[in-house]
């Protein structure tokens, strides 16, 4: 009998009921005089009672402002601290923390706060090249609804504490008998490639969960320490990072602002971090720094990589030189909260680098016929969709566009090509949207790029398809070389694969680059690949 490709998580451990104010509350009573939060740039600690503390201040102070239950709070920040307490804060009372992206400029940042109705703003005064005090200004005026602006850093923030100090706990305590876990807590605007982002709209119960088996899977404890380089802006840094840290009593460990490899090994030999998080382009980075072996990362047991396929070479080289044994791979989005599958600490070095994993505890996941709906046997290709308690409520205030995504059946619809092997493991073998049909051939770029990452020559790959009058579309590689001043030539990759790939797998055209165009969590955009051809 054919076996279809469907899978359910079933699991003995039951799904947590609280809200993340009160599974907090448990972990400070639990592990107050451990660590919770390391900022390693500024030097600064949190033990769990004096986090626990500083959120409740936060978000007595945000009562006192003026916040009500549902109300939109915005945070435009890199990471640090401060971003962490208003996570935790704006959770307590019942607040929707709307997540924005650091890199945006002043049209993004106008669509976000008009969208979302953002009446109080915590922001970074400044980052690289972007004034956020300044953008901020520019926007005020066509923002109606936001009514304060808080800046990290500056004097307000700590007038902003201040108001906390005092107020009846009577109050907070009433707030938070108000919540459900299946509130909305956190908006976080996904990038799409064409229109304005969508609002992804996650409640207690979708996030708080999906960060707590993550981290049951990697098997912490409250003796961990997780070195968080992603950024917090993403659900790979404030739930499977912070939510997991705090769910098992564990500590959260910033090594920078944004992502600096030399600052992140710095910080897990300094801390003695546990397990490490990254996406393969920080891995590569990280394994690649001229003083990489000078590093102590002894400590390291475990961590996770995911934003982006995990190139096998690099994943084998993280296992063995970064002494990462039991490092995950997690795959999801975030409209899933975001993991719907992961691989687990004993799985073999074939599953950890052939697949992302098997589905999650309380997850349902099948791959199915994208044009009939139909579950397909395992080991074909096709839609990976995903059900359970982690697909999010809906795109913020935008029905039309949830239902497109999210069907009649609480399905989520992930638009990523996948194959479900015998064993239940997953393979992820594209975006519908990346497949390149070449002559009639349906390709997928990630066999073509985990094979050309062991060419000699070649540091990172990406593959994508460019219009051909001939084939319709073509295969062009964009590759970062390992030596600037020896790149590889086309004559060279061609001759690479012509033994090894069918014909028409062979690229027929390469780019040579300093680097990938990148999203802030971690995803190279292939379209801007695609758009720079020939540029």
Known sequence: MVTGSYAHGVSGTALLGDTIGGNLDRAVQAYGEREALVDVASGRRWTYAQFGADVEQLACALLATGVAKGDRVGIWAVNCPEWVLVQYATARIGAIMVNINPAYRVHELEYVLRQAGISVLFASLSHKS??????????????????????????????????????????????????????????????????????????????????????????????????????????????????????????????????????????????????????????????????????????????????????????????????????????????????????????????????????????????????????????????????????????WDEPERTAETIDAGRWMHTGDLAVMREDGYVEIVGRIKDMIIRGGENVYPREIEEFLHRHPKIADVQVVAVPDQKYGEEILACVIPRDPADPPTLDEVTAYCRERLAHYKVPRHLRILDAFPMTVSGKVRKVELREGYGA
């Open 130 to 395: 972007s004034d956020y005090r300044a953008m901020v200004e520019q926007v005020r005026g066509n923002c109606p609804a936001l009514r304060r602006t808080v800046f990290i850093g500056d004097p307000g923030w700590g007038r902003l504490m201040a108001d906390g100090v005092g107020r009846p706990h009577a109050e907070l305590a009433a707030r938070e008998a108000e919540l459900s876990c299946d509130d909305p807590v956190n908006i976080q605007y996904t990038s799409g490639t064409t229109g304005f982002p969508k609002g992804a709209t996650l409640s207690h119960h979708n996030v708080l969960n999906n960060g707590y088996f993550v981290g049951e899977l990697l098997a912490y404890t409250e003796t961990d320490r997780i070195c968080i380089p992603v950024p917090f802006y993403h659900c790979f840094g404030m739930v499977m990072g912070n939510l997991a840290a705090t769910s098992h009593g564990a500590c959260m460990v910033i090594p920078a602002a944004s992502f600096d490899p030399e600052a992140t090994l710095r910080a897990v030999e300094q801390e003695r971090c546990t397990s490490l998080y990254g996406v393969p382009t920080m891995f590569i980075a990280e394994l690649n720094l001229p003083g990489f072996a000078a590093y102590d990362l002894s400590s390291l047991r475990t961590g996770i990589m995911a934003g982006s396929p995990c190139p096998a070479e690099v994943m084998k080289r993280v296992v063995a030189e970064m002494h990462m044994a039991e490092v995950s791979i997690c795959y999801g989005m975030t409209e899933t909260s975001p993991v719907s599958t992961q691989t687990r600490t004993d799985d073999d070095l074939e599953r950890r680098t052939g697949t992302v994993g098997r589905v999650m505890p309380h997850v349902e996941v099948k791959i199915v016929d994208p044009a009939s709906g139909v579950t397909v046997p395992r080991g074909e290709p096709g839609e990976l969709r995903t059900r359970g308690y982690s697909v999010m409520l809906g795109y």
